[in-house]
């Protein structure tokens, strides 16, 4: 199994371009999140979603954007990018059944805004 | 007051060394407390998961739960180079999962 696939692995971008990191897991899980991780800000949830069709806002949502059409994808957008988007971001996914929690990290998305 | 509160150290230890990392929480209700693993450049990795208070044993890790001080803990005994990374606590809140800052950990040889 690929497990939680996360492309690209490295973007760069100008201030105001808008892009999409994407994401996709093989193990029929329903949970997807996107977490944005910065130097001494630890792991700061962007978005989630308990399963295809709903998402919801987590800590830190603004300037960001998800949809959750299938179970397997779940595509973060970035509308207009910005110096402070600038960070790694990492999806992740579980079953979300509340008995098994161990979420599934993808290797991460280097993202520079210029 | 966040969710949950982490001290990022840096944390240096010598090899061999018994290593406590420590996170608090705000919220009585919740259940289910992890402790992640994250090597430079890599993704976090469940290290391990506990519902309840008391001690869960691994190999040379220990989690440790007090829900009426609402403080966890990770305890690696004998410790080794290869430990040398981030550790976050995580906290499944509801219908989500929240981390701690993550603490650095250094084990010198």
């Known amino acids: 199994n690929a497990g939680v696939t996360q492309t690209p692995k490295f973007q760069v971008l100008k201030t105001g371009q808008s892009m999409t990191l994407q994401c996709a897991q093989d193990m029929n899980h329903e949970y997807m999140s996107w977490y944005r991780q910065d130097p001494g800000m630890g792991l700061r949830l962007i978005h989630y979603?308990?399963?295809?069709?709903?998402?919801d806002q987590g800590e830190v949502p603004n300037g960001y954007n998800v949809s959750r059409s299938t179970t397997e994808d779940f595509p973060l957008r970035l509308l207009s990018a910005a110096p402070s988007q600038t960070s790694v971001y990492f999806c992740a996914s579980s079953y979300g059944d509340g008995i098994n929690e161990k979420l599934f990290f993808g290797s991460g998305t280097q993202l520079s805004v210029l | 007051q966040k969710e949950v509160e982490q001290d990022p150290g840096p944390l240096s230890v010598p090899e061999g060394a018994i290593v406590s990392l420590n996170c608090t929480y705000s919220?009585?209700?919740?259940?289910?407390f992890m402790w992640y693993r994250q090597y430079s450049r890599k993704g976090p990795e469940l290290l391990m998961y506990?519902?309840?208070?008391g001690n869960k044993e691994d190999g040379r890790f220990t989690a440790q739960v007090d829900k009426s001080s609402k403080y966890i803990s990770l305890f690696i005994r004998d410790s080794q180079p290869s430990d040398s990374a981030t550790y976050l606590c995580a906290i499944f809140s509801y219908d989500k999962i929240i981390f701690g800052k993550g603490t650095r950990l250094h084990i010198l040889p």
């Open positions: 919220n009585s209700a919740f259940q289910y």
């Open positions: 506990t519902y309840s208070s």
């Open positions: 979603s308990v399963g295809a069709g709903i998402t």
